[in-house]
Each structure stands twice: as C-alpha cells, then as structure tokens.
C-alpha cells in the first residue's frame, strides 16, 4: 500500500484507584511465543486495562476491523463500564475484572494480551501485574514517568518471558513508514533540520495535568509526539536537549504542570529539532529537511486524515486504522515470536529524553541525554 514512490519507488480517574492497585499477586509460569508453545489460534484475546475515552474511541472499535486479535476482555474500576462494555461488545463476565481482582487474569486462557490504558503514573503496576500473570503487555504512551518505572517493567516482563510493547501507532501508518524509508535510504539526503509542533488547547482540567498522574502537562501527553517523531526521521537518539518552558497563560488551571514548553534537540549527526507543545494552542506538524529535499506534514500525528507534502510532491496514502494495524502486528509477534519494532526499549528512551529536556526547563542549561 505504498504511495507512488517519490523517486524510485482517560477520563476522570477516582482517587481511590491508587488503593486497588496495591496488591500484586505472585508470579507464574511464562508464555513464550504460543506457536512454539504448540497454540494454533488464529486470533489473540485483548483485554483493555482502563476504559477511558482512547480505550473506547479508538481501541475497541480497532479490535472489531483486526485480523490476528479481539477484544476478549476488560479491567476497569468502574462497575457501570462494566456492565456497558460487557452489553456492548457481547464480553463473556468471566473475562470482566476490576482492579482487585485482575491477577485472576492468569486462570483465563482466552486473554493473551493486556493492553494498559490508564494515567501514565499507573502504567507499571498493572504491567508488572500482567506480566506476573502470564498476559503479553501493551502499555500506551508515554511509557512511565521516570526511566526507572521503566525499567521495572521491561525487567518484569523479561523475567516473566512476556512480550511488551509501546503504543506508538505511528510505526504503522504509511506517512510515517515512508518517512523512515526516505530517511534509511537518503533519498532526500539525510535529514539534518528538523521543526515540530503538537499542541491542543485544553479546555478544562484533566488528570493529564496532575502531577501524580500525568507525570507532566503538554509535554507528556503530546510533546512527545514530536520527539518520537524526530526520532525516526533521522533514525537517531538525540545527545543533548535544551529546553524552556513557556510563562503560562491560565496558571489556575496549570497549577502542577506546565502549560507549554519549547526545546532543542542535537542529534549525532549535527542534526538539530527546534520543537514546542503547548496545552492552550493549535499545532500538529512535523519537517525534516536534507540537501536533496525535504518532507513537511501539515498534519502529522492525528488518528487519521494525516497530510503531507514533499519537495517532490505531495504524499498520497489510502486512511488505515493505525490502532488496529499496531495491535494485529503485535498479536504476530506474540503468534511467530519475532521482536515488536515499538519495544519497551523505545519508550524508556523517550521518557529518558523528556526527563533531560524538564532538568534542562528546570536549570536552563543544555542537559546530556
């Protein structure tokens, strides 16, 4: 489904959800790859941790248009979530958990895959509880709030031998994969200037602005967008960020986070992003510039409908599902034991360079990734 080539080719969370996520249950054996485990089904279950308004948007209708899995399950604390999505989506109750009782996932051999969708703060918990139970991890980005999170979750699920991935939909929309190939190949040369913005303007509070929560405000939630996407346009992990955070414009209701943010990233190769996000402005586009060319999305990080021009001409892909793509390739990993390409790996490098570029915000020096 490539183009023609262009040269030669959340909700509301209720406080008391931090209690229901304190007990772990004890490990249990491993699930490798289930074809070399002798399984031959032709799709996967996914249960769904969180139905907030991406578990519900996008990710279950992804999971009636997906071709290797299906929503099998759901975790939720909220006992009338409960009982729509089990109505809606015809989810047999065995399959339906809260939070107190999710370790018992482990006994239901339909669900192979936990898709973590709560506030970013909860991510590891509840990766390191499916992991224990034996379910292949998917946790939405950004990843964790600190590299250390990280890190407990790519060690539980490796101790657990589990697959985890990130929720970088990106990776599989054809935009984006072009991009990368462009960039692989030089066709325009390598990308060496680069310019981003993702931004959205908030209109009333969100957990995405709590501290505990969020881990940040724009940063976290969209900014990182931007940073990822540098990332595979150049194929690179920056080596030094500065960054400046923006005097904010409605500070009521920016009151723990930031509001908007402005950095630099350097890259090895002399590559340079200058890149902003903000909660309280309208942006969503991406450039990468190189001797022979350049490639300029208009809109660059959205569900659908992405444009984008080149110096030869504008792209022109037919609309995916990039929720379904991602899922389905990660349920053929499982299926075949071949690595994902959006590993736990590549998200701990992303919250290892936002937590450069907040200690560059915070000193307003240049901060080593």
């Known amino acids: 489904m490539r183009q023609q080539k262009l040269s030669r080719s959340r909700r509301k969370f209720l406080r008391n959800f931090w209690f229901a996520t304190a007990g772990i249950a004890a490990g249990i054996g491993s699930r490798g790859s289930l074809k070399a ?26 999971l009636q248009e997906t071709k ?7 975790v939720t604390g909220h006992p009338e979530k409960a009982e729509a999505w089990t109505a809606k989506y015809n989810l047999k109750r065995a399959s339906v958990y809260n939070y107190e009782n999710f370790d018992r996932i482990a006994d239901n051999k ?29 946790s939405e980005k950004p990843m964790a709030v ?56 908030m209109r009333e509070h969100e957990w995405r602005i709590e501290k505990q929560l969020g881990g940040g405000g724009a ?3 969209v900014g990182i967008y931007v940073i990822h ?7 690179l992990t920056p080596v030094s960020v500065r960054a400046h955070e923006e005097p904010k ?37 991406l450039r990468a510039e190189g001797k022979q060319g350049w490639i300029d999305f208009s809109q660059a990080f959205s ?38 390409p959006v590993p736990g790996e590549l998200g701990r490098r992303d919250i290892k360079i936002i937590s450069a570029i907040y200690e560059s915000a915070r000193t307003g020096k240049s901060v080593r990734v």
Request: proline share 4%.
């Open 37 to 62: 485990m002798g399984h031959d089904k032709r799709k996967l279950g996914v249960a769904l941790l969180g139905l907030g308004r991406y578990a519900g948007g996008q990710l279950a209708p992804a």
């Open 68 to 74: 290797q899995c299906y929503l099998a399950g759901v």
């Open 110 to 138: 339909e669900i192979d895959i936990v898709y973590v969708v709560t506030p970013v703060s909860l991510h590891p918990d509840f990766a390191i509880r499916a992991a224990k139970a034996g379910k292949h991890v998917v």
């Open 146 to 201: 600190s590299v250390a999170e990280c890190d407990r979750m790519i060690a539980a699920c490796k101790q657990a031998k589990v697959k985890l991935g990130l929720g970088y939909r990106l990776h599989y929309d054809p935009f984006h994969k072009e991009m990368v190939r462009l960039s692989s190949e030089k066709e325009l040369g390598p990308f060496t200037k680069l310019t981003g913005n993702f931004s959205f303007v």
């Open 219 to 221: 940063m976290m939630d």
């Open 229 to 235: 996407g540098s990332c595979m346009a150049t194929g």
């Open 249 to 285: 414009l409605r500070p009521e209701l920016f009151n723990e986070t930031e509001e908007a943010i402005t950095w630099t990233m350097d890259f090895p190769n002399g590559a340079k992003l200058e890149a902003s996000t903000s909660f309280n402005a309208n942006a969503n586009r």
């Open 303 to 340: 569900y659908r409908g992405l444009v984008c021009n080149t110096s030869r001409g504008p792209m022109t892909f037919p609309t995916i599902n990039q929720q379904a793509a991602q899922m389905d390739d990660f349920a053929d990993c499982v299926l075949t034991g071949r690595e994902t």
